[in-house]
């Protein structure tokens, strides 16, 4: 199944050009620069699809950009006035794309892939979860080599931790570092040994997202 399949329109097709809005925004992951933050952006396009006039909400795999379908008669100023309240209240803000960045916006939502509704950006995070894991494996490897089932052990372990975090409750307070670092050594504890698991500390101190020279 791609990541925009038309079916998920509410009238069972591609909508018109005329409905649609595109605007460039800031929800990257910081952990994982290539791609949307799943639960950052989750509750946000939640809440536009809940406004009277947004049929539909769509963030770009990137994160850096959002699709606005508008039902019938299209973006009135009331409508796009509480758009922009909510943009507000999450800390946000959107600028609409025109000319040829919104010819080519048009473009890549009408090719059917690229694309997340609220009920799809859970992918994103999985992504994200899998990428930070394989870079705290191979700070790990890079000071204490392991075996490749060790490591793919390790790295299934640190992904699934993750995961628990990013598809949590939204209303759930994020851990703290330490709190973080205690999970992770807590999931790692099985099957590392005591030097393995401090170079996981030193790993996991030096931060989630990528160093320089890091992917």
Known sequence: MSNRDASHSSTGSLPQPARLTFYTVALQCSAAPEIGCG???KPVLLRLELVFGINEAWL???GTELAIVWAEGGASKARIATFEAILKEENLTA???AGEARARALKEFQSGSGWHRAKDVDRLSVE???????????RVQATTPLTETKAETLRNALADTLKKRFLGSPDEASPSPEQEQEAFLQAAAGYLNETELT???E???SGLCPLPGEA
Request: charged share 30%; hydrophobic share 50%; no cysteine.
């Open 60 to 62: 770009s795999r990137a």
């Open 203 to 205: 790993a996991i101190a």
């Open 128 to 138: 994200e979860a899998r990428t930070i894991a394989a870079r705290l494996s191979r």
């Open 199 to 201: 170079a996981l500390r």
């Open 95 to 97: 600028t609409e794309l």
């Open 39 to 41: 639960s950052r952006a």
